[in-house]
Nanobody, 117 residues
Framework: QVQLVESGGGLVQAGGSLRLSCAASGRSFTTYAMGWFRQAPGKEREFVAIISRSGGSTAYADSVKGRFTISRDNAKNTLYLQMNSLKPEDTAVYYC??????????WGQGTQVTVSS
């Protein structure tokens, strides 16, 4: 079993940056592709970014492409999301999640990101 704990959220002005981290417990971190999702108030959870097991392949939602960067450090069992040029519409609870196949098996508890205009 894998436990995921996000950190790094907070309040930032529009145009600012934040880096989220997701620490994974257990020995099987490298067997999971990892993703970031977010959920704004009154909206459904949406995909943000995904990274392959090795970190060699990434993909992003169009809304964050060019502004966010997903990365992972397998030696530290940690996933990251560097968020630059933040916009008020990026305000949401951000979740990390891990999957081996098509379904995401494990989810973190989320970290709040608030971008003020």
């Amino acid at each position: 079993q894998v436990q995921l704990v996000e950190s790094g959220g907070g309040l930032v002005q529009a145009g600012g940056s934040l880096r989220l981290s997701c620490a994974a417990s257990g020995r099987s971190f490298t067997t999971y592709a990892m993703g970031w999702f977010r959920q704004a108030p009154g909206k459904e959870r949406e995909f943000v970014a995904i990274i392959s097991r090795s970190g060699g392949s990434t993909a992003y939602a169009d809304s964050v492409k060019g502004r966010f960067t997903i990365s992972r450090d397998n030696a530290k069992n940690t996933l990251y999301l560097q968020m630059n040029s933040l916009k008020p519409e990026d305000t949401a609870v951000y979740y990390c999640a891990g999957r081996r196949d098509q379904e995401y098996d494990y989810w973190g508890q989320g970290t709040q990101v608030t971008v003020s205009s």
